[in-house]
């Protein structure tokens, strides 16, 4: 290869780089899967604070689905086994295949969406892995930092 080509390339490759930095800190979780019968790509945008609402979005790639109902569950331990009520999601006006809801992230560790699908194939479940950290911390008015101070 010549140098002249060599050198070419190399530009092409350090123009590109950018591009490929695009998820890379990002706190949000992708997740493409199959549950059951139904291909689902969820999105879920995660709390910048703890406790927090996580924004949750089921885009139905194959199969029909009727209904999903969402709960937030711990990955191990005993919140793990007992499962809050769940939460329906709201299917999009405009696109029959998108759903969207939120759920309350009550504390930092790592987190499960268990999802049941209903659809026209019959009922199936999936989980998807969900970190909840604070990314931020939130700065103290200046009248409490004083009372406190005193």
């Known amino acids: 290869m010549k140098k ?3 050198a070419i390339l190399f530009g ?3 123009m590109l780089c950018p591009g490929a930095w695009s998820h890379v800190g990002s706190p949000d979780v992708y997740y493409e899967a199959m549950a059951g019968p139904y291909k689902l790509f969820v999105t879920v945008r995660t709390p910048p604070m703890v406790p927090g609402i996580a924004q949750i979005e089921v885009r139905c790639l194959e199969g029909t689905v009727n209904d999903i109902e969402i709960v937030p569950l711990r990955v191990i331990g005993e919140g793990s086994k007992t499962t809050p009520p769940a939460d329906r999601m709201a299917r999009t006006v ?14 930092s560790g790592s987190w499960q969406v268990r999802m049941d699908v209903s659809g026209t194939e019959g009922k199936a479940q999936l989980a998807v892995p969900v970190p909840a950290y604070a990314q931020r911390t939130l700065g103290m008015q200046k009248t409490t930092g004083l009372v406190l101070a005193g």
Do not use: I, Q
């Not at 405009?94 to 504390?107: C, I, R, Y």
């Open 4 to 6: 002249s080509s060599f």
């Open 12 to 14: 092409l490759c350090l």
């Open 94 to 107: 405009g696109d029959s295949h998108f759903f969207t809801g939120k759920l309350w992230l009550m504390e």
